[in-house]
């Protein structure tokens, strides 16, 4: 984890004015003004200790913590009962490796198909630093209506587009994109409904996020319940490079 901060930490551009905000739409602008309050330092990266629940086979309770750069890559660290291991997207390339007692190995796997996955994880995760979806940060936005936006961001090769549904207070309740995997295990790999439910907000570091929720596949149809496979806590956030 300190090699990744290492690799993905950025300083911060400056800090968080209304001049960071013009010429958005209103929806937007009350969403990124809600969730960054005036001063804070304006970073693309941070640590993040969280706790939950995780469905492999049945669910499992786990504890991790994650470096989390929209714009360049993660690594999460999780524990899972006897089981440890570690997703992660850097340089381009995403892998996972999980062993049991941190000895036998259980599964991992790279390439193409795993580092296109990993894109659109980072992308979802992007929530959680609301100061790396700025427009400074090269994320374009626009709206469908004044409670439903649409960021588009780049990284790497990968050009993704979130959309993100709001409450009355502007808050980010859910968020939903195709996401390239393989959900069914049916070892052909291509484009699903993927999404992200909000349960709880929590403030840390002058940053506002969806801080508890439920994640997984076929977000939007009837497959939904059973697409969900990670409900989580995020405990604690630290911002990196602010000072």
Do not use: K
Request: aromatic share 10%; glycine share 14%.
């Amino acid at each position: 984890m300190r090699e990744a901060e290492r690799l993905l930490r950025q300083p911060a551009t400056g800090v968080f004015g209304e001049v960071e905000l013009d010429g958005l739409a209103e929806p937007v602008r009350e969403m990124l003004g809600g969730a960054i309050a005036p001063g804070t330092p304006l970073v693309t990266s941070a640590r993040l200790e969280m706790r939950g629940e995780i469905r492999l086979g049945r669910w499992r309770r786990f504890s991790g913590s994650e470096v989390l750069a929209p714009h360049a890559g993660f690594v999460w660290a999780v524990r899972v009962g006897p089981i440890t291991g570690f997703d992660r997207y850097l340089g381009g390339a995403g892998e996972m490796r999980w062993r049991l007692i941190g000895v036998v190995p259980v599964t991992s796997a790279r390439g193409p198909d795993v580092s296109r996955s990993a894109a659109g994880r980072i992308a979802g995760e992007a929530v959680w630093i609301p100061t790396a979806l700025l427009p400074r940060f090269g994320v374009e936005w626009s709206t469908v209506d004044e409670r439903h936006l649409v960021a588009r961001l780049g990284l790497d090769a990968h050009l993704l587009e979130l959309h993100y549904g709001l409450d009355e207070r502007a808050r980010v309740e859910r968020v939903w994109f195709d996401r390239w995997g393989d959900p069914d295990g049916s070892g052909t790999y291509g484009l699903h409904p993927f999404g992200v439910e909000t349960l709880a907000w929590e403030t840390f570091g002058g940053l506002t996020i969806p801080n508890a929720g439920r994640a997984g596949w076929h977000y939007g149809t009837d497959r939904w319940e059973d697409g969900v496979f990670f409900r989580y806590e995020i405990t604690g956030l630290e911002p990196l490079g602010a000072r």
